[in-house]
């Protein structure tokens, strides 16, 4: 799916869950994360992923603003 994957919501299940999960049903596998960064979920997560990846648009408001 789309979105920011660390605003991942769920009455059941919190992202850490989440990547617990699949690292339990996907135990030959590797995860990372693709994040804007505005928003770090509680919990240890981080810990579970061998990577992960910031986007930023722009180091500037203007040009933000521009692409936008």
Same mark, same amino acid.
């Given at each position: ?11 059941? @299940? ?14 030959? &596998?590797?995860?990372?994360?693709? !994040? *804007?960064?505005? @928003? ?14 910031? &986007?930023?648009?722009?180091?500037? !408001? *203007? ?6």
């Amino acid at each position: 799916g789309g979105g920011e994957p660390t605003l991942y919501k769920n009455l059941n @299940f919190t992202i850490d869950d989440f990547i617990q999960h699949l690292k339990k049903a996907l135990p030959n &596998s590797h995860f990372g994360m693709i !994040t *804007n960064g505005t @928003f770090l979920a509680p919990g240890d997560w981080l810990k579970h992923l061998e990577w992960i990846r910031i &986007s930023i648009d722009s180091a500037s !408001t *203007n040009r933000y603003a521009q692409m936008r």
